[in-house]
């Protein structure tokens, strides 16, 4: 397992707006170069989420990061793709300063 931490800025002023994570994964052999494993596309309805207020979380929440979720990847953008693999990941959404 490979775990990683990413920060992104997206836009949108409701949850319905939101445009989609998207996330191509790579594995990276030393010597054997670069192999394209796939691509993630998540909603934020289907993500694994906390929200924060002012980079702190809001009192409701838990302090903890939310439970990673499996999702699928597949080769392209069409969801009628096949499934290749998954991945697991969770956020936490944060409004800007």
């Known amino acids: 397992m490979f775990y990683e931490t990413k920060q992104y800025s997206l836009e949108f002023k409701e949850e319905c707006d939101a445009p989609p994570v998207v996330m191509n994964l790579w594995d990276h052999n030393e010597g054997f170069g670069q192999k394209y494993l796939g691509r ?44 290749v693999g998954q991945v697991l990941c969770s956020f936490i959404i944060c409004e800007n300063d």
């Open 40 to 83: 993630a596309i998540i909603t934020l309805e289907e993500m694994s989420k906390v929200y924060c207020i002012d980079r702190t979380l809001k009192e409701d929440e838990t302090k903890e990061i939310p439970k990673p979720k499996l999702h699928d990847m597949r080769l392209g953008n069409n969801p009628c793709d096949p499934v």
